[in-house]
Every structure is written in structure tokens, then in C-alpha cells.
């Protein structure tokens, strides 16, 4: 099949696209590359301000590329929409060189083809296919954020400061293998917890010594009943552990990694209090334990209006000639920090992906054209 009949016509789309995906999926994006990023940056605001629209770049600090902002209003207080994707990849640098954008019938593959650099082209392809009576009407902001990849640490304050403005929010990321779009994210909390114990000869003198070790997997069993698979959907992992100094010492230090998900920021902080209040009575005496919360991705809960919203995606989707279907998710992404904004957010906008974060990433080319189509629809019901 001959991919670039797809968009035939005067403009050629998707063979333009596809340039232009090109372009961005052929620079090294780690999110610590920190001057490749701002590269896709600038590439981006040049392919606004062509369009017209005002585009400027966000400097989020030293750790992370610039980000890009454009509007076509740019005297907006407030936005009917915001569109968002993230600029970085987590592949290492080289990884562009050593696997380039390449094409293989439907399909495309290079490191973030589709994680998430088909959904930032998306954007632009959909405003520009955008019919202008809808651009007039609507105050349009575009987000794109360097730091998606390490969580957005960087950025989750900027870009939830654009969705308060904001009535209602579109995330590119890429679209489910079977197609479906995501409705509602599991936000995480991630902690340390340090049990502190008191180092003994384990020969000589075991009695004397506190076991941080074994307290720590007590707690661990423990707080792993806090995981409700079937009914909240409140999961606890402990997904790192290190502690002991040496085999025959009583061991003095005992660290772990906890990673908590739920669908609703309520649950997360019940699961919260409750590995807290556990920290709180260590089973053995003179063991301390204390909780150091690092990560907070904010979950992304179904809503009244995310529903409208998911309403009217469904019809833009029919009025674009597809049939699709919605999960929840329990991977986080940029959606999950403009959800605590209180505004209706849908996300899995982009073109269909497969493989993310891994060599065999790749992206399908005949889903680009509908998704674009459908997203230009959706604004003309929005
Ligand atoms: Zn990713």
C-alpha cells in the first residue's frame, strides 16, 4: 500500500507529516537532553508562528528543555480548549542516530515516533486543517512540556496554570493499540520509607540488635493487603528495597520503594494514612521507621464533564467515519496533572502507537488521517 495516497490532493498531508514527524523523531529528545528538547521546541514555534499564532518558549528551569506555549488568542483570559503533548523521549542519545524515523509499509518506527512526537505534529495538523470559523470562535492554547518522561516535575505547575484558564483539556498521547482513547488515569503516590534499626553481632550478640530488615518486610506484606485489585482499584507496590551492611550484622537500615495507585486522590491518601499510621507502630522495639512522599501524580477521576466531553469526542469520531472505544488507565501522564484544575480532560488524542519505551516503539500511519480528522470535528462541536 501506498501510504501517501492516503492524504493525495493538492497538499499532500500526510507525506508532509510525515516530514515533519521526521524531523522531531531524528533528535535525540532524553529528557535530560536538555538542548535537543528545546531543538523540538523551536521547531515547533517556528510551524506556529507560521500558522500565525503566537508562539513563545517557556524556560521551566536549568534540569529540563524549554517548553512551548502558542495560542491563537493571545489576549485570552480564559481558553475553550487546551491541547497538550510532551517534547521528550527516554531514550538515550544516540538512540536517534543508531534507529532513524523510518517506514515500513503502515508502519513507522524511531525512538518517541509515536511517545509521544506523532501527538505534538497532531496538533499541528489538526489547527491547520482546522476549519477557520472554528479557530475564530475558539481560544485555543497549546502546551507542550519537556519533562514528561522523569513526571513532569518541572512543568506540572505550568501546565496546571494554563488548564485553570482552561475549560476543558485534549492529551496527545498516543492512541491504544486496539485504538481506544483513555477517559480517566490512576494517579500515584511513590515514597521512601527508611526503617532504621540497631546494628549486633549476629553471632556473638543477635539479642542486642534491632532488625531493620525484618521489620521492613513485615511492613512490606503488610501494607501489599492495601491493594484492592477488583474493588477501588487502590493497588500498593513495593518495587525497589536495599538495606543491611553485611551478612552477620543484625542489619541497622532497611530502605524500600512504595508506588500507590488509585483511581481518586481520597483513595491515595487513605492507603497514605494508612502505611503512615503502620510507620507509626513498628512491630519491633526500637525500630523507627519514617515516610519521605517524593512523587505526587494527582489522579485523573470520571467525571460529569469529562463525560460531556467524551460524549462529544464520540461524535466527532462518528462524524470522522470511526468507531472508538475508551479505557481507564492506570499509567499516569500529563492529563493526570491539569485533572485537580477541575476540567474536563480526555486523553490518547494522537495517532495509534505500540511498543512505547522500547526499541520496537512504533506508530500507524493509517490511523494518523482519521485521528486528525476527528479531532478537527471535535472542534467544530466544542
Ligand atoms: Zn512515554
Not at 538512540?95 to 509499509?105: D, L, Y
Not at 513526571?151 to 491504544?176: D, P, Y
Not at 508506588?259 to 492507603?271: F, G, H, L, P, V
Not at 460529569?304 to 464520540?314: D, M, P, Q, T, Y
Request: aromatic letters at 6%.
Amino acid at each position: 500500500m501506498n501510504f501517501f495516497n492516503l492524504f493525495a490532493g493538492p497538499h499532500n498531508m500526510l507525506e508532509q507529516f510525515l516530514k515533519d514527524l521526521a524531523e522531531l523523531v531524528n533528535l535525540d529528545c532524553g529528557t535530560h537532553n536538555t538542548e535537543g528538547v528545546t531543538k523540538a521546541a523551536h521547531i515547533m514555534q517556528r510551524h506556529f508562528e507560521a500558522l500565525g499564532w503566537r508562539a513563545e518558549l517557556v524556560d521551566l528551569g536549568p534540569e529540563v528543555g524549554k517548553g512551548l506555549f502558542a495560542t491563537n488568542k493571545p489576549e485570552a483570559e480564559k481558553f475553550d480548549l487546551l491541547m497538550n503533548a510532551h517534547l521528550d523521549t527516554v531514550f538515550a542519545d544516540g538512540t536517534a542516530a543508531a534507529r532513524p524515523f523510518a517506514v515500513n509499509g503502515n508502519i513507522a518506527t524511531g525512538p518517541g515516533c509515536s511517545d509521544c512526537k506523532a501527538g505534538v505534529v497532531s496538533i499541528l495538523y489538526a489547527l491547520k486543517a482546522a476549519d477557520p470559523k472554528d479557530l475564530d470562535r475558539l481560544a485555543i492554547a497549546v502546551c507542550m512540556d519537556p519533562d514528561e518522561e522523569t513526571g513532569s516535575k518541572n512543568s506540572a505547575a505550568w501546565m496546571r496554570s494554563i488548564a485553570s484558564r482552561a475549560k476543558q483539556g485534549l492529551v496527545f498521547e498516543a492512541a491504544r493499540p486496539n485504538g481506544a482513547l483513555v477517559r480517566s488515569r490512576k494517579g500515584a503516590y511513590q515514597l521512601r520509607v527508611h526503617v532504621k534499626g540497631i546494628a549486633a553481632h549476629s553471632g556473638n550478640n543477635p539479642k542486642a540488635g534491632r532488625s531493620a530488615i525484618l521489620e521492613a518486610a513485615r511492613m512490606i506484606n503488610e501494607i501489599a493487603e492495601l491493594s484492592d485489585f477488583d474493588g477501588t482499584g487502590v493497588t500498593v507496590n513495593t518495587g525497589m528495597i536495599s538495606g543491611g551492611s553485611a551478612i552477620n550484622v543484625i542489619a541497622p537500615e532497611c530502605t524500600f520503594g512504595v508506588d500507590i495507585r488509585a483511581w481518586t486522590d481520597k483513595d491515595m491518601d487513605e492507603a497514605l494514612a494508612k502505611i503512615r499510621d503502620r510507620a507509626a507502630h513498628p512491630s519491633i522495639d526500637g525500630v523507627t521507621i519514617s515516610i519521605d512522599l517524593f512523587g505526587i501524580t494527582p489522579a485523573m477521576p470520571r467525571s460529569e464533564a469529562g463525560s460531556e466531553l467524551v460524549a462529544k469526542i464520540n461524535k466527532a469520531a462518528q462524524l470522522a467515519g470511526l468507531s472508538i472505544d475508551w479505557v481507564d488507565a492506570g499509567g499516569a501522564s500529563d492529563a493526570n496533572h491539569m485533572a485537580p484544575s477541575g476540567f474536563a480532560v480526555a486523553d490518547g488524542l494522537g495517532p495509534i502507537g505500540n511498543h512505547a519505551h522500547s526499541e520496537k516503539e512504533c506508530l500507524c500511519i493509517d490511523s494518523i488521517e482519521p485521528r486528525i480528522n476527528m479531532v478537527v470535528k471535535l472542534l467544530s462541536l466544542l
